[in-house]
Protein backbone atom coordinates (compact mmCIF):
# COMPACT_ATOMS: atom_id res chain seq x y z
CA UNK A 1 0.00 0.00 0.00
CA UNK A 2 1.02 2.93 -0.82
CA UNK A 3 1.60 6.23 1.17
CA UNK A 4 -0.82 9.01 1.52
CA UNK A 5 -0.13 11.60 -0.49
CA UNK A 6 0.16 15.36 0.94
CA UNK A 7 -3.75 16.29 -0.39
CA UNK A 8 -5.36 12.73 1.45
CA UNK A 9 -3.06 13.08 4.63
CA UNK A 10 -5.06 14.14 7.72
CA UNK A 11 -4.76 16.41 9.96
CA UNK A 12 -3.91 14.08 13.10
CA UNK A 13 -1.16 12.77 10.34
CA UNK A 14 0.07 16.08 9.92
CA UNK A 15 0.28 16.98 13.52
CA UNK A 16 2.98 14.01 13.90
CA UNK A 17 6.09 15.41 15.04
CA UNK A 18 9.06 15.18 13.43
CA UNK A 19 12.75 16.06 14.00
CA UNK A 20 14.50 18.12 11.69
CA UNK A 21 18.42 18.61 11.30
CA UNK A 22 18.97 22.21 10.26
CA UNK A 23 22.79 23.64 9.49
CA UNK A 24 23.18 26.91 10.81
CA UNK A 25 26.71 29.13 10.65
CA UNK A 26 29.17 28.05 13.83
CA UNK A 27 28.86 30.26 16.51
CA UNK A 28 25.12 31.52 15.63
CA UNK A 29 23.95 28.36 16.98
CA UNK A 30 21.99 30.30 20.43
CA UNK A 31 20.87 32.76 17.79
CA UNK A 32 19.10 30.39 15.56
CA UNK A 33 17.59 28.22 18.45
CA UNK A 34 15.87 31.51 19.77
CA UNK A 35 14.48 32.55 16.16
CA UNK A 36 13.24 28.85 16.08
CA UNK A 37 11.48 29.25 19.41
CA UNK A 38 10.47 32.59 18.34
CA UNK A 39 8.66 32.20 15.24
CA UNK A 40 7.86 28.21 15.06
CA UNK A 41 7.57 27.29 19.33
CA UNK A 42 9.38 24.36 18.62
CA UNK A 43 11.33 22.60 20.99
CA UNK A 44 15.01 23.30 19.76
CA UNK A 45 18.65 21.46 21.03
CA UNK A 46 21.81 22.55 19.58
CA UNK A 47 24.55 20.84 18.65
CA UNK A 48 27.88 22.19 16.76
CA UNK A 49 26.76 24.26 13.44
CA UNK A 50 23.23 22.86 13.84
CA UNK A 51 20.02 22.69 15.18
CA UNK A 52 17.43 20.30 15.96
CA UNK A 53 14.10 20.96 16.03
CA UNK A 54 11.04 18.61 16.77
CA UNK A 55 8.24 20.11 14.81
CA UNK A 56 4.39 19.35 13.50
CA UNK A 57 4.94 17.90 9.99
CA UNK A 58 2.61 20.28 9.21
CA UNK A 59 5.03 23.09 10.35
CA UNK A 60 8.17 21.30 7.95
CA UNK A 61 7.81 24.36 5.23
CA UNK A 62 7.92 27.12 7.97
CA UNK A 63 11.39 25.82 9.14
CA UNK A 64 12.75 26.62 5.10
CA UNK A 65 11.60 29.98 5.73
CA UNK A 66 13.83 30.43 8.92
CA UNK A 67 16.49 33.35 8.40
CA UNK A 68 19.27 31.42 10.07
CA UNK A 69 19.15 28.22 8.81
CA UNK A 70 21.91 26.77 5.33
CA UNK A 71 20.54 23.16 4.84
CA UNK A 72 17.64 21.58 6.44
CA UNK A 73 16.71 17.30 6.72
CA UNK A 74 14.27 15.49 8.26
CA UNK A 75 15.54 13.00 10.74
CA UNK A 76 14.56 9.13 10.10
CA UNK A 77 16.79 7.17 12.29
CA UNK A 78 19.61 7.89 14.93
CA UNK A 79 22.02 5.02 15.94
CA UNK A 80 24.00 6.44 19.07
CA UNK A 81 26.70 3.73 19.38
CA UNK A 82 26.62 1.68 16.36
CA UNK A 83 29.68 0.34 17.05
CA UNK A 84 31.63 -0.23 13.58
CA UNK A 85 34.02 -2.97 13.33
CA UNK A 86 37.24 -2.71 12.20
CA UNK A 87 36.63 -5.42 9.37
CA UNK A 88 35.14 -2.85 6.76
CA UNK A 89 33.29 -5.73 5.17
CA UNK A 90 31.25 -6.23 8.24
CA UNK A 91 30.70 -2.88 8.92
CA UNK A 92 29.43 -2.26 4.88
CA UNK A 93 26.73 -5.13 5.89
CA UNK A 94 25.69 -3.72 8.92
CA UNK A 95 25.29 -0.84 7.53
CA UNK A 96 22.83 -1.94 4.73
CA UNK A 97 20.74 -3.77 6.80
CA UNK A 98 19.97 -0.13 8.88
CA UNK A 99 17.59 0.44 5.56
CA UNK A 100 15.55 -1.60 7.11
CA UNK A 101 15.07 0.08 10.49
CA UNK A 102 14.60 3.68 8.80
CA UNK A 103 11.70 5.39 9.48
CA UNK A 104 10.99 6.02 5.79
CA UNK A 105 6.81 6.92 6.94
CA UNK A 106 7.65 9.82 8.89
CA UNK A 107 10.75 10.88 6.25
CA UNK A 108 8.21 10.63 3.68
CA UNK A 109 5.57 12.65 4.69
CA UNK A 110 7.99 15.60 5.66
CA UNK A 111 9.10 15.37 2.38
CA UNK A 112 5.74 15.52 0.65
CA UNK A 113 5.38 18.61 2.61
CA UNK A 114 8.13 20.57 0.47
CA UNK A 115 8.45 17.72 -2.92
CA UNK A 116 6.08 16.46 -5.12
CA UNK A 117 6.04 13.71 -7.01
CA UNK A 118 3.35 12.32 -10.17
CA UNK A 119 2.93 9.07 -8.12
CA UNK A 120 2.52 8.29 -4.66
CA UNK A 121 5.50 6.94 -3.23
CA UNK A 122 5.62 3.37 -1.17
CA UNK A 123 7.36 4.50 2.81
CA UNK A 124 7.41 0.11 2.05
CA UNK A 125 8.45 -2.37 -0.62
CA UNK A 126 4.61 -4.54 -1.71
CA UNK A 127 7.98 -7.55 -1.33
CA UNK A 128 10.44 -6.56 1.45
CA UNK A 129 13.52 -7.92 0.05
CA UNK A 130 15.41 -11.10 2.18
CA UNK A 131 18.58 -9.89 0.87
CA UNK A 132 20.12 -6.01 0.04
CA UNK A 133 22.88 -6.94 -1.59
CA UNK A 134 26.64 -8.20 -0.69
CA UNK A 135 28.82 -5.33 0.87
CA UNK A 136 31.83 -3.67 -1.31
CA UNK A 137 35.55 -2.20 0.09
CA UNK A 138 36.21 0.90 -0.50
CA UNK A 139 39.10 -0.31 -2.72
CA UNK A 140 37.12 -2.15 -5.30
CA UNK A 141 34.45 1.06 -5.37
CA UNK A 142 37.64 3.44 -6.30
CA UNK A 143 39.19 1.31 -8.28
CA UNK A 144 39.31 1.94 -12.29
CA UNK A 145 37.86 -0.42 -14.95
CA UNK A 146 39.82 -2.84 -16.27
CA UNK A 147 42.07 -2.43 -19.42
CA UNK A 148 40.39 1.45 -19.21
CA UNK A 149 43.41 3.61 -18.89
CA UNK A 150 45.69 0.94 -20.23
CA UNK A 151 43.13 1.13 -23.69
CA UNK A 152 43.70 5.25 -23.69
CA UNK A 153 47.09 5.21 -23.69
CA UNK A 154 47.47 2.27 -25.80
CA UNK A 155 46.12 4.41 -28.49
CA UNK A 156 47.93 7.56 -28.27
CA UNK A 157 51.06 5.38 -28.48
CA UNK A 158 49.92 3.54 -31.23
CA UNK A 159 49.33 6.94 -33.17
CA UNK A 160 52.31 8.50 -32.16
CA UNK A 161 54.15 5.35 -33.08
CA UNK A 162 52.13 5.50 -36.56
CA UNK A 163 53.10 9.39 -37.07
CA UNK A 164 56.86 8.38 -36.63
CA UNK A 165 56.62 5.69 -39.33
CA UNK A 166 55.08 7.61 -41.78
CA UNK A 167 57.66 10.43 -40.80
CA UNK A 168 60.58 7.74 -41.43
CA UNK A 169 59.24 6.76 -44.84
CA UNK A 170 59.14 10.24 -46.02
CA UNK A 171 62.90 10.68 -44.77
CA UNK A 172 63.52 7.17 -46.81
CA UNK A 173 61.75 7.98 -50.24
CA UNK A 174 63.42 11.75 -50.04
CA UNK A 175 67.10 9.91 -49.67
CA UNK A 176 66.27 7.42 -52.31
CA UNK A 177 64.96 10.23 -54.75
CA UNK A 178 68.31 12.29 -54.38
CA UNK A 179 70.02 9.12 -54.88
CA UNK A 180 69.15 8.05 -58.04
CA UNK A 181 68.87 11.62 -59.37
CA UNK A 182 72.19 12.15 -58.32
CA UNK A 183 75.11 9.95 -58.54
CA UNK A 184 75.50 9.18 -54.60
CA UNK A 185 79.10 8.11 -55.10
CA UNK A 186 80.21 11.18 -56.73
CA UNK A 187 77.71 13.75 -55.77
CA UNK A 188 78.99 17.23 -54.50
CA UNK A 189 78.21 19.41 -51.67
CA UNK A 190 75.99 21.46 -53.03
CA UNK A 191 73.91 18.85 -53.94
CA UNK A 192 73.87 17.15 -50.37
CA UNK A 193 73.23 20.59 -49.07
CA UNK A 194 70.52 21.12 -51.57
CA UNK A 195 69.37 17.48 -50.14
CA UNK A 196 69.10 18.07 -46.76
CA UNK A 197 67.07 20.91 -47.17
CA UNK A 198 64.59 19.46 -48.73
CA UNK A 199 64.53 17.17 -45.66
CA UNK A 200 64.18 19.49 -43.57
CA UNK A 201 61.10 20.76 -45.81
CA UNK A 202 59.80 17.58 -45.87
CA UNK A 203 60.15 17.06 -41.88
CA UNK A 204 58.01 20.37 -41.88
CA UNK A 205 55.40 19.31 -43.92
CA UNK A 206 54.84 15.84 -42.29
CA UNK A 207 54.80 17.63 -38.67
CA UNK A 208 51.91 19.78 -39.75
CA UNK A 209 50.41 16.33 -41.61
CA UNK A 210 50.95 14.97 -38.38
CA UNK A 211 48.86 17.90 -36.49
CA UNK A 212 46.51 18.17 -38.75
CA UNK A 213 45.41 14.26 -38.74
CA UNK A 214 45.87 14.38 -34.59
CA UNK A 215 43.34 17.13 -34.46
CA UNK A 216 40.87 15.08 -37.48
CA UNK A 217 41.31 12.42 -35.04
CA UNK A 218 40.37 14.07 -31.85
CA UNK A 219 37.50 15.91 -33.77
CA UNK A 220 36.40 12.29 -34.95
CA UNK A 221 36.46 11.55 -31.37
CA UNK A 222 34.46 13.49 -29.89
CA UNK A 223 31.70 13.27 -32.83
CA UNK A 224 32.26 9.22 -31.75
CA UNK A 225 30.46 10.06 -28.47
CA UNK A 226 27.49 11.51 -29.76
CA UNK A 227 26.85 9.66 -33.25
CA UNK A 228 25.33 6.46 -33.57
CA UNK A 229 26.99 3.26 -34.14
CA UNK A 230 26.77 3.00 -37.93
CA UNK A 231 28.98 6.07 -37.83
CA UNK A 232 31.18 5.08 -35.58
CA UNK A 233 31.51 1.88 -37.69
CA UNK A 234 32.82 4.30 -40.41
CA UNK A 235 35.77 4.69 -38.74
CA UNK A 236 38.21 1.58 -39.05
CA UNK A 237 39.66 0.75 -35.81
CA UNK A 238 42.98 -0.90 -35.13
CA UNK A 239 43.27 -4.24 -35.85
CA UNK A 240 44.62 -5.26 -32.05
CA UNK A 241 41.73 -3.31 -30.78
CA UNK A 242 38.50 -4.78 -30.03
CA UNK A 243 35.36 -2.63 -30.22
CA UNK A 244 34.03 -0.30 -26.96
CA UNK A 245 31.04 -2.16 -25.79
CA UNK A 246 27.84 0.18 -24.59
CA UNK A 247 28.01 0.33 -21.07
CA UNK A 248 25.19 -1.44 -19.65
CA UNK A 249 22.54 -0.10 -17.06
CA UNK A 250 23.40 -1.62 -13.95
CA UNK A 251 19.85 -0.56 -12.29
CA UNK A 252 16.40 -0.81 -13.76
CA UNK A 253 14.55 2.49 -14.62
CA UNK A 254 10.92 3.18 -14.19
CA UNK A 255 8.80 5.90 -15.10
CA UNK A 256 6.50 5.11 -11.73
CA UNK A 257 9.55 5.35 -9.36
CA UNK A 258 11.88 8.62 -7.61
CA UNK A 259 15.19 8.72 -8.71
CA UNK A 260 17.58 8.76 -5.49
CA UNK A 261 20.88 9.53 -4.52
CA UNK A 262 22.85 8.76 -1.39
CA UNK A 263 24.93 11.67 0.11
CA UNK A 264 27.21 10.53 3.30
CA UNK A 265 29.18 13.42 5.33
CA UNK A 266 31.58 11.38 7.47
CA UNK A 267 34.01 12.50 10.67
CA UNK A 268 36.28 10.73 12.56
CA UNK A 269 39.91 8.88 11.71
CA UNK A 270 38.62 5.38 13.16
CA UNK A 271 37.07 4.20 10.36
CA UNK A 272 38.01 1.07 8.21
CA UNK A 273 35.98 2.56 5.24
CA UNK A 274 35.66 6.05 3.71
CA UNK A 275 33.14 8.08 2.38
CA UNK A 276 32.52 6.91 -1.17
CA UNK A 277 32.22 3.27 0.09
CA UNK A 278 29.56 4.04 3.05
CA UNK A 279 27.65 5.88 0.24
CA UNK A 280 27.63 3.10 -2.37
CA UNK A 281 26.89 0.82 0.08
CA UNK A 282 24.25 2.93 1.64
CA UNK A 283 22.80 3.44 -1.60
CA UNK A 284 22.99 0.31 -2.96
CA UNK A 285 21.01 -1.07 -0.02
CA UNK A 286 18.17 1.97 -0.55
CA UNK A 287 17.70 0.55 -3.79
CA UNK A 288 17.46 -3.09 -3.90
CA UNK A 289 15.09 -2.29 -0.72
CA UNK A 290 12.48 0.19 -2.90
CA UNK A 291 13.87 -0.34 -6.25
CA UNK A 292 13.77 3.35 -6.95
CA UNK A 293 15.80 4.75 -9.75
CA UNK A 294 19.06 5.79 -9.29
CA UNK A 295 20.41 9.57 -10.20
CA UNK A 296 23.19 11.30 -9.20
CA UNK A 297 22.38 14.36 -10.50
CA UNK A 298 18.38 14.46 -11.57
CA UNK A 299 17.12 13.07 -8.46
CA UNK A 300 14.02 13.52 -6.54
CA UNK A 301 15.18 12.02 -3.64
CA UNK A 302 18.27 12.76 -2.00
CA UNK A 303 19.27 10.24 1.12
CA UNK A 304 21.61 12.14 3.77
CA UNK A 305 23.31 9.53 5.72
CA UNK A 306 25.74 10.83 8.51
CA UNK A 307 28.73 9.27 10.79
CA UNK A 308 30.02 10.92 13.44
CA UNK A 309 32.54 8.54 14.79
CA UNK A 310 29.80 6.00 16.12
CA UNK A 311 26.99 7.68 15.62
CA UNK A 312 24.96 7.61 12.81
CA UNK A 313 22.04 9.52 11.21
CA UNK A 314 19.96 8.83 8.56
CA UNK A 315 17.43 11.35 6.84
CA UNK A 316 15.70 12.85 3.94
CA UNK A 317 16.99 16.34 1.96
CA UNK A 318 14.31 18.89 2.43
CA UNK A 319 16.61 21.82 0.12
CA UNK A 320 18.14 21.13 -2.89
CA UNK A 321 20.13 24.04 -2.63
CA UNK A 322 21.53 25.68 0.37
CA UNK A 323 19.50 28.50 1.39
CA UNK A 324 22.28 30.68 1.93
CA UNK A 325 21.83 31.91 -1.75
CA UNK A 326 18.30 32.97 -1.35
CA UNK A 327 17.42 36.73 -2.06
CA UNK A 328 20.98 36.79 -4.39
CA UNK A 329 21.29 37.05 -8.06
CA UNK A 330 24.52 39.42 -8.33
CA UNK A 331 27.36 38.13 -6.98
CA UNK A 332 30.54 40.23 -5.54
CA UNK A 333 33.66 38.75 -5.02
CA UNK A 334 33.05 38.96 -1.56
CA UNK A 335 29.08 38.56 -1.28
CA UNK A 336 28.14 37.55 2.25
CA UNK A 337 25.89 34.53 2.99
CA UNK A 338 22.46 36.15 3.60
CA UNK A 339 21.97 33.51 6.32
CA UNK A 340 25.27 35.49 8.48
CA UNK A 341 23.24 38.52 7.45
CA UNK A 342 20.26 37.76 9.15
CA UNK A 343 21.72 36.38 12.10
CA UNK A 344 23.82 39.69 12.94
CA UNK A 345 20.80 42.09 11.81
CA UNK A 346 19.29 39.77 15.01
CA UNK A 347 21.99 40.72 17.65
CA UNK A 348 20.98 44.34 16.44
CA UNK A 349 17.25 43.98 18.35
CA UNK A 350 16.40 45.93 15.20
CA UNK A 351 13.02 47.96 16.23
CA UNK A 352 10.15 49.07 13.92
CA UNK A 353 10.86 52.83 12.65
CA UNK A 354 14.44 52.61 13.12
CA UNK A 355 16.60 53.63 10.16
CA UNK A 356 19.03 50.89 9.30
CA UNK A 357 22.44 51.71 7.69
CA UNK A 358 24.94 49.71 5.99
CA UNK A 359 27.85 52.19 4.84
CA UNK A 360 29.84 49.35 2.60
CA UNK A 361 26.73 46.91 1.36
CA UNK A 362 28.98 45.31 -1.25
CA UNK A 363 25.98 43.47 -2.86
CA UNK A 364 23.13 44.81 -0.68
CA UNK A 365 22.65 41.31 1.21
CA UNK A 366 22.27 43.18 4.71
CA UNK A 367 20.24 45.79 3.91
CA UNK A 368 17.68 43.32 1.83
CA UNK A 369 17.56 40.88 4.76
CA UNK A 370 16.84 43.53 7.11
CA UNK A 371 13.74 44.60 4.82
CA UNK A 372 12.57 41.32 3.91
CA UNK A 373 12.37 40.27 7.83
CA UNK A 374 11.59 43.59 9.04
CA UNK A 375 9.32 45.66 7.14
CA UNK A 376 8.72 48.47 9.27
CA UNK A 377 11.90 50.84 9.31
CA UNK A 378 14.02 53.32 6.70
CA UNK A 379 16.93 51.05 5.09
CA UNK A 380 20.12 52.64 3.60
CA UNK A 381 23.06 51.70 1.66
CA UNK A 382 25.50 52.58 0.07
CA UNK A 383 28.78 51.61 -1.54
CA UNK A 384 32.41 53.81 -2.97
CA UNK A 385 32.32 51.24 -5.98
CA UNK A 386 30.04 52.42 -8.90
CA UNK A 387 29.83 47.98 -9.90
CA UNK A 388 28.57 47.10 -6.02
CA UNK A 389 25.67 50.18 -6.20
CA UNK A 390 24.66 48.34 -9.44
CA UNK A 391 25.18 44.70 -7.93
CA UNK A 392 22.73 45.80 -5.18
CA UNK A 393 20.14 47.35 -7.05
CA UNK A 394 19.87 44.30 -9.05
CA UNK A 395 19.58 42.03 -6.16
CA UNK A 396 16.59 44.47 -5.11
CA UNK A 397 14.73 44.31 -8.43
CA UNK A 398 15.36 40.18 -7.69
CA UNK A 399 14.11 40.29 -4.60
CA UNK A 400 10.61 42.12 -5.32
CA UNK A 401 10.41 39.96 -8.50
CA UNK A 402 9.95 37.27 -6.00
CA UNK A 403 7.70 39.36 -3.49
CA UNK A 404 5.74 40.00 -7.06
CA UNK A 405 5.42 35.98 -7.76
CA UNK A 406 4.09 35.49 -3.88
CA UNK A 407 1.92 37.94 -4.04
CA UNK A 408 3.59 40.30 -1.12
CA UNK A 409 4.69 43.65 -1.11
CA UNK A 410 8.40 44.87 -2.30
CA UNK A 411 10.53 46.03 -0.36
CA UNK A 412 12.47 49.58 -0.25
CA UNK A 413 16.07 50.00 0.04
CA UNK A 414 17.71 53.25 -0.70
CA UNK A 415 20.98 53.09 -2.31
CA UNK A 416 23.75 55.78 -3.15
CA UNK A 417 27.14 55.66 -4.17
CA UNK A 418 29.05 57.61 -1.05
CA UNK A 419 32.26 57.09 0.65
CA UNK A 420 31.78 55.51 4.07
CA UNK A 421 34.31 57.83 5.63
CA UNK A 422 32.30 60.66 4.63
CA UNK A 423 28.73 60.20 4.44
CA UNK A 424 26.05 62.78 3.32
CA UNK A 425 23.75 62.51 6.31
CA UNK A 426 22.93 64.53 9.13
CA UNK A 427 24.22 63.86 12.53
CA UNK A 428 22.64 61.51 14.98
CA UNK A 429 20.26 60.45 11.98
CA UNK A 430 20.78 56.55 11.80
CA UNK A 431 20.28 54.11 14.82
CA UNK A 432 21.64 51.24 13.95
CA UNK A 433 25.10 50.93 11.42
CA UNK A 434 25.45 47.30 10.43
CA UNK A 435 28.57 46.48 8.20
CA UNK A 436 30.83 43.50 6.98
CA UNK A 437 33.89 45.05 6.72
CA UNK A 438 36.85 44.40 4.27
CA UNK A 439 39.00 41.52 5.86
CA UNK A 440 42.11 42.42 4.04
CA UNK A 441 42.60 38.96 2.66
CA UNK A 442 40.37 38.78 -1.16
CA UNK A 443 40.04 42.49 -1.22
CA UNK A 444 42.54 45.47 0.53
CA UNK A 445 45.13 44.67 2.93
CA UNK A 446 45.43 44.90 6.85
CA UNK A 447 47.79 47.82 6.40
CA UNK A 448 44.66 49.96 4.22
CA UNK A 449 42.08 48.36 6.68
CA UNK A 450 44.56 50.31 9.84
CA UNK A 451 43.36 53.27 8.54
CA UNK A 452 39.86 52.55 6.98
CA UNK A 453 38.16 50.84 10.15
CA UNK A 454 38.99 54.05 12.97
CA UNK A 455 37.75 56.55 9.88
CA UNK A 456 34.56 54.59 9.59
CA UNK A 457 33.94 53.81 12.81
CA UNK A 458 34.52 57.83 13.83
CA UNK A 459 32.29 58.83 10.63
CA UNK A 460 29.90 56.47 12.15
CA UNK A 461 30.19 58.09 15.38
CA UNK A 462 28.80 61.49 14.47
CA UNK A 463 25.84 60.02 12.52
CA UNK A 464 25.02 57.53 15.21
CA UNK A 465 21.58 58.32 17.21
CA UNK A 466 22.89 59.27 20.98
CA UNK A 467 22.36 56.41 23.86
CA UNK A 468 19.71 54.33 21.32
CA UNK A 469 22.20 53.91 18.56
CA UNK A 470 24.05 50.38 17.67
CA UNK A 471 26.80 49.65 15.46
CA UNK A 472 27.03 45.94 14.30
CA UNK A 473 30.60 44.83 12.65
CA UNK A 474 31.54 41.81 11.04
CA UNK A 475 35.60 41.17 9.91
CA UNK A 476 38.40 38.97 10.07
CA UNK A 477 40.94 41.51 10.77
CA UNK A 478 40.73 41.27 15.15
CA UNK A 479 43.29 43.85 15.71
CA UNK A 480 42.37 46.55 13.41
CA UNK A 481 38.84 46.29 14.63
CA UNK A 482 40.11 46.53 18.52
CA UNK A 483 42.41 49.30 17.75
CA UNK A 484 39.91 51.23 16.11
CA UNK A 485 37.34 50.53 18.64
CA UNK A 486 39.85 52.01 20.81
CA UNK A 487 40.21 55.23 18.84
CA UNK A 488 36.65 55.73 19.33
CA UNK A 489 35.98 54.30 22.87
CA UNK A 490 34.83 57.67 23.75
CA UNK A 491 31.96 57.51 22.09
CA UNK A 492 31.03 54.00 22.32
CA UNK A 493 30.30 51.06 24.72
CA UNK A 494 31.71 47.99 23.31
CA UNK A 495 29.41 44.84 24.18
CA UNK A 496 28.76 41.16 22.21
CA UNK A 497 31.66 39.53 20.34
CA UNK A 498 30.73 36.02 18.48
CA UNK A 499 33.36 34.45 17.07
CA UNK A 500 31.72 32.41 14.11
CA UNK A 501 33.61 30.24 10.94
CA UNK A 502 32.91 31.67 8.05
CA UNK A 503 34.55 28.86 5.51
CA UNK A 504 37.31 28.06 7.41
CA UNK A 505 37.95 31.65 8.48
CA UNK A 506 38.00 32.40 12.07
CA UNK A 507 35.55 35.81 11.86
CA UNK A 508 34.04 37.50 15.15
CA UNK A 509 30.65 39.51 14.96
CA UNK A 510 31.34 43.03 17.33
CA UNK A 511 28.17 44.76 18.65
CA UNK A 512 28.77 48.34 20.28
CA UNK A 513 26.18 51.05 21.57
CA UNK A 514 26.40 54.57 20.90
CA UNK A 515 26.66 56.09 24.37
CA UNK A 516 25.94 60.06 25.37
CA UNK A 517 28.56 61.49 24.51
CA UNK A 518 27.78 64.40 21.91
CA UNK A 519 30.17 64.07 19.07
CA UNK A 520 33.01 66.65 18.89
CA UNK A 521 33.66 67.91 15.34
CA UNK A 522 36.65 70.21 16.78
CA UNK A 523 38.75 67.11 17.55
CA UNK A 524 40.00 65.43 14.09
CA UNK A 525 40.97 61.57 14.54
CA UNK A 526 44.55 60.75 14.92
CA UNK A 527 45.61 57.15 13.87
CA UNK A 528 48.72 55.48 15.16
CA UNK A 529 50.82 53.92 12.05
CA UNK A 530 50.48 50.60 11.13
CA UNK A 531 51.84 48.22 13.66
CA UNK A 532 52.89 51.22 15.74
CA UNK A 533 52.15 50.59 19.50
CA UNK A 534 53.26 53.85 21.29
CA UNK A 535 51.39 57.28 21.30
CA UNK A 536 54.74 59.51 20.89
CA UNK A 537 55.76 58.17 17.78
CA UNK A 538 54.45 59.67 13.78
CA UNK A 539 51.14 59.24 13.35
CA UNK A 540 47.80 60.38 10.74
CA UNK A 541 45.71 63.33 11.12
CA UNK A 542 42.16 62.51 9.63
CA UNK A 543 40.23 65.57 10.10
CA UNK A 544 36.92 65.63 11.02
CA UNK A 545 34.02 66.23 8.00
CA UNK A 546 31.66 69.66 8.31
Known amino acids: ?220 KNEDNVKDAETADDIKPDSNTEPMAKKPRLTEYSPDKPAFRVTCHRTGLNHSFDSMGAQSNFGAAVYNYFKWNVSMKEFDIEVMLYID ?68 GTYLAGEIVRKAVDRTVENVEYVNKLQAEKERPGIKVQTLKWDATNLPLQDESVTVFITDLPFGVRLGSKKANSSLYPAVLYEMSRVTKLKSGRACFLTQDKKGINQAMQLVSKYWKRSTTVGINMGGLAACVYMMYRNSEVFDKSQPLVIPRFDERSPNKDSKKVSNIE
Open 1 to 220: MSAPTNDNMSTDEKDILCEIEATVTTGFEPTAMEEAVEKLNAEVTVSRGRIILKVPISKVKKVLELGCVDNCYVLMTKVSDFKFSEDELESMGRLRELVRSVDWETGLRAWREVFTFKQPIMSKPDVIPDELGEPMLSSRIHKPKKGDNVEKKSKRQKMKERMEKKKEERKKFALNKISSDNNVADKDNVTMVTGLEEIKNLDKTSEKLENSKEEEKVKE
Open 309 to 376: SDDVRVGLALTRQSLHRRHTIAFGPTTLRPTIAYNMLRLCKIQPGETICDPMCGSGVIPIQAALYWPE
